[in-house]
């Protein structure tokens, strides 16, 4: 039988099966967890991690994987469709910051690449500003390891964030990261956290307790039964101050996540990690933090889809002018940023809320065939869903710059059941996500030699000018 034929006509040959056998294995693998082992330094002994809690919040995860995303795990990534290379020079620095940066070369460069110009503001969302924030927090620490600080001095701060700006931009990055990151000198200092020393910071936190629950973080768990973030938090409440005025007031949690102070004590307690725990470490685990908090929210903004809602407030089949009026929309809303499947899912999910609440009761998403990557930025034509667990830029000396785009999700976008939006949730077991095509839906995939290709496309530099249309 002729390989090149679609996968519905392979039914019961041996290359049908392969397929099958592979999607199966794909899917068996994505429950594996992958942790990122975090060894701490100076610590006379490490007990057994705190169990996880049993009730409440954090009740069993029960996902099944038919319904969540799949990552491809690809042996060698295609190279950018048009590879392209950041103009690296030597940077312009004030020589006032007392630090060595080429100790920290590899971050400075992973963080340069992950916001690589013009991509930074593409990707300021899920992976640039999450890393540049990553960076300045491990900065802090590093800056004081020879010290009894724990954050730069307010005389220095500025100069240092402006050589790490320049040495980013020279290395590639995009030199209004700190506008679009919304990062300043003053997130160096510590702010207005009264506790800043070493000394002050171990008398007054359970040290040992914060460094286990940090020493092993599985990008897995931690967003749904979080172990080290809970840490975190009791000691940036103790060296806040506020704890106290917590105990006495339990109202006073919703405040205290927009305090100020509170944000800088969280900054001083990564900089202590950075001090105890390896960088490289530390760096994947506050990339775990802000993976878990941009994964629940749709960072896309809708205007009134007016005109949409005018054309399809009535249609009960396919009709040509609703699916125009749709297409046209959702075509607006991919030159914003790239985005997460997990992200996509809220969005699309956000978009319907909106829809059914200017009077289409119709599930127009699948009367006009919308997907869910159809709420990211187009590459080509083809949708770029980025994947929910952190993620980088990619760079080679041969190839260029570019990024892995997930683009195995053919998935419809779901239909809200309701005008009002309620918020989702990833980790309940109830939990309801669309479910993956099936064979009938699938692009032909072919097979050569009697061996399946599993491409997965890279996203590079050249999807920029898809804004200029």
Request: include cysteine; charged fraction near 15%; aromatic fraction near 8%.
């Given at each position: 039988?002729?390989?090149?034929?679609?996968?519905?006509r392979?039914?019961?040959?041996?290359c049908h099966?392969?397929?099958?056998?592979?999607i199966?294995l794909?899917?068996?693998q994505e429950?594996?967890?992958?942790?990122?082992?975090?060894?701490?330094?100076?610590?006379?002994?490490?007990?057994?991690?705190?169990?996880?809690?049993?009730?409440?919040?954090?009740d069993?995860?029960?996902?099944?994987?038919?319904?969540i995303?799949?990552?491809?795990?690809?042996?060698?990534p295609l190279?950018?469709?048009?590879?392209?290379f950041p103009?690296?020079y030597?940077?312009n620095?004030?020589?006032?910051c007392?630090?060595?940066?080429?100790?920290?070369?590899?971050l400075?460069?992973?963080?340069a690449?992950?916001?690589?110009?013009?991509?930074?503001?593409l990707?300021r969302?899920?992976i640039?500003?999450?890393?540049?924030?990553?960076?300045?927090?491990?900065?802090q620490?590093?800056?004081?390891?020879?010290?009894?600080k724990?954050?730069v001095?307010?005389?220095?701060?500025?100069?240092c964030?402006?050589?790490?700006?320049?040495?980013?931009?020279s290395?590639g990055?995009?030199?209004?990261?700190?506008?679009?990151?919304?990062v300043?000198?003053?997130?160096?200092?510590?702010?207005?956290?009264p506790v800043?020393d070493v000394?002050?910071?171990?008398?007054?936190v359970n040290?040992?307790?914060?460094l286990?629950?940090?020493?092993?973080?599985?990008?897995?768990?931690?967003?749904?039964?979080?172990?080290?973030?809970?840490a975190?938090?009791e000691?940036?409440?103790?060296?806040?101050?506020?704890?106290?005025?917590?105990?006495?007031n339990?109202?006073?949690?919703g405040?205290?996540?927009?305090s100020?102070p509170?944000?800088?004590?969280?900054?001083?307690v990564?900089?202590y990690?950075?001090?105890k725990l390896?960088?490289?470490?530390?760096?994947?685990?506050?990339?775990?933090f802000?993976?878990?908090?941009?994964?629940k929210?749709?960072p896309?903004?809708?205007t009134?889809?007016?005109?949409?809602?005018?054309?399809?407030?009535?249609?009960?089949?396919?009709?040509?002018s609703?699916?125009?009026s749709?297409?046209?929309?959702?075509?607006?809303?991919q030159?914003?940023?790239?985005?997460?499947?997990?992200?996509a899912?809220?969005?699309?999910?956000?978009?319907?809320s909106m829809?059914r609440?200017?009077?289409?009761?119709?599930?127009?998403y699948e009367?006009?065939d919308v997907?869910?990557?159809?709420?990211?930025?187009?590459v080509?034509?083809?949708g770029?869903?980025?994947?929910?667990?952190p993620?980088?830029?990619?760079?080679?000396?041969?190839?260029?710059?570019g990024?892995?785009?997930?683009?195995?999700?053919?998935?419809a976008a779901?239909?809200?059941?309701?005008s009002?939006?309620?918020?989702?949730?990833?980790?309940?077991?109830?939990?309801?996500?669309?479910a993956?095509p099936?064979?009938?839906?699938?692009?032909?995939?072919?097979?050569?030699?009697?061996?399946?290709?599993?491409?997965?496309?890279?996203?590079?530099?050249?999807v920029?000018?898809?804004?200029?249309?």
């Amino acid at each position: 039988m002729d390989c090149f034929q679609t996968v519905s006509r392979l039914k019961g040959s041996l290359c049908h099966q392969l397929l099958l056998f592979i999607i199966w294995l794909s899917s068996f693998q994505e429950l594996v967890a992958v942790k990122t082992l975090l060894e701490p330094i100076n610590v006379s002994s490490m007990s057994e991690l705190a169990s996880s809690p049993s009730s409440g919040l954090f009740d069993p995860i029960e996902i099944s994987p038919s319904v969540i995303p799949h990552y491809p795990n690809p042996v060698e990534p295609l190279p950018p469709m048009y590879p392209v290379f950041p103009n690296r020079y030597e940077p312009n620095i004030t020589g006032k910051c007392p630090v060595n940066f080429s100790l920290m070369s590899s971050l400075m460069d992973k963080t340069a690449s992950d916001c690589a110009d013009p991509l930074a503001a593409l990707l300021r969302n899920v992976i640039c500003c999450p890393q540049l924030s990553s960076f300045l927090h491990l900065f802090q620490g590093f800056y004081s390891n020879n010290s009894d600080k724990l954050v730069v001095q307010d005389a220095v701060a500025n100069y240092c964030f402006t050589d790490i700006i320049s040495i980013l931009a020279s290395r590639g990055a995009d030199s209004n990261v700190p506008t679009i990151c919304s990062v300043k000198s003053s997130n160096l200092t510590g702010g207005s956290c009264p506790v800043k020393d070493v000394v002050t910071f171990e008398k007054t936190v359970n040290t040992s307790k914060l460094l286990e629950a940090c020493s092993t973080v599985d990008p897995l768990k931690e967003c749904c039964r979080p172990v080290c973030q809970p840490a975190i938090m009791e000691a940036t409440l103790k060296i806040s101050g506020r704890q106290l005025m917590m105990d006495e007031n339990k109202n006073m949690v919703g405040e205290l996540n927009h305090s100020d102070p509170l944000a800088d004590c969280k900054g001083v307690v990564y900089s202590y990690l950075s001090r105890k725990l390896p960088l490289d470490g530390v760096n994947n685990a506050l990339r775990i933090f802000s993976t878990c908090k941009v994964n629940k929210v749709c960072p896309l903004s809708f205007t009134q889809p007016s005109e949409v809602i005018e054309a399809c407030r009535n249609v009960a089949a396919p009709s040509p002018s609703c699916c125009s009026s749709l297409n046209t929309y959702i075509a607006g809303i991919q030159k914003q940023m790239l985005i997460t499947n997990r992200q996509a899912i809220i969005c699309a999910t956000v978009f319907g809320s909106m829809l059914r609440k200017g009077g289409i009761m119709t599930n127009i998403y699948e009367l006009c065939d919308v997907d869910l990557k159809d709420f990211s930025m187009q590459v080509f034509g083809q949708g770029c869903l980025l994947r929910s667990l952190p993620d980088d830029v990619l760079f080679d000396n041969a190839t260029g710059v570019g990024l892995v785009c997930d683009l195995t999700d053919n998935i419809a976008a779901p239909w809200p059941s309701s005008s009002s939006m309620s918020s989702m949730s990833f980790c309940a077991p109830e939990m309801s996500l669309p479910a993956l095509p099936t064979s009938q839906t699938l692009k032909n995939p072919g097979c050569r030699s009697g061996e399946l290709e599993m491409l997965v496309p890279i996203f590079s530099f050249f999807v920029f000018t898809t804004l200029l249309f």
